[in-house]
T-cell receptor, first 111, second 112 residues
Framework: RKEVEQDPGPFNVPEGATVAFNCTYSNSASQSFFWYRQDCRKEPKLLMS???SGNEDGRFTAQLNRASQYISLLIRDSKLSDSATYLCVVSPDNAGNMLTFGGGTRLMVKP | DTGVSQDPRHKITKRGQNVTFRCDPI?????LYWYRQTLGQGPEFLTYFQNEAQLEKSRLLSDRFSAERPKGSFSTLEIQRTEQGDSAMYLCASSLMNQPQHFGDGTRLSIL
């Protein structure tokens, strides 16, 4: 079993739609959590950190449920430019070292 | 800010050869990380340095793999006696302590 599990997708949605991704992690000692975005043949880029209280950055909302070891990402009003692979990431320390990545969820936003 | 730089971008070699990749981190970033990514998978952690000290190594890093960061600036990752299974994208990232990691474009290794 992978340490971080994600539905690989692809999720095909029309522009303007709301889409949600989930992931689960197996290491209950994980301390920090992130969503990264990776475009095709490009490097991963940090989208946002995820906090226990939940946090929002524009159209993006991230939630963490430590009891269920579950992380979510909600994207509202999808844009064509949101098309990418979204990687769920956890780390065993607060500093975010030794990141453990999920396999990614592919999103394709259609006109 | 020139970002994290990796060289070469693409390396093609025959099985059994040795290869070496270089990573130049963002200036003043004291932490440097190596990851490996295969098609359809997320990156897998290999090792990381704080300045010149190698602080952690994944069990994925077999005896054929060695990484160095001799002066606490650039780093090299060497793979000896390459195997088919070594074909992957090798990603380098750097950060300041307790700050997000910034990734380079990666070196794509293809083993013939």
């Amino acid at each position: 079993r992978k340490e971080v599990e994600q539905d690989p997708g692809p999720f095909n949605v029309p522009e303007g739609a709301t889409v949600a991704f989930n992931c689960t992690y197996s290491n209950s000692a994980s301390q920090s959590f992130f969503w990264y975005r990776q475009d095709c043949r490009k490097e991963p880029k940090l989208l946002m950190s995820v906090y226990s209280s939940g946090n929002e950055d524009g159209r993006f909302t991230a939630q963490l449920n430590r009891a269920s070891q579950y992380i979510s990402l909600l994207i509202r009003d999808s844009k064509l430019s949101d098309s990418a692979t979204y990687l769920c990431v956890v780390s065993p320390d607060n500093a975010g070292n030794m990141l453990t990545f999920g396999g990614g969820t592919r999103l394709m936003v259609k006109p | 800010d020139t970002g994290v730089s990796q060289d070469p971008r693409h390396k093609i070699t025959k099985r059994g050869q040795n290869v070496t990749f270089r990573c130049d981190p963002i200036s003043e970033h004291n932490r440097l990380y190596w990851y490996r990514q295969t098609l359809g998978q997320g990156p897998e952690f290999l090792t990381y340095f704080q300045n010149e000290a190698q602080l952690e190594k994944s069990r994925l890093l077999s005896d054929r793999f060695s990484a160095e960061r001799p002066k606490g600036s650039f780093s090299t990752l060497e793979i000896q006696r390459t195997e088919q299974g070594d074909s992957a994208m090798y990603l380098c990232a750097s950060s300041l302590m307790n700050q997000p990691q910034h990734f380079g474009d990666g070196t794509r290794l293809s083993i013939l």
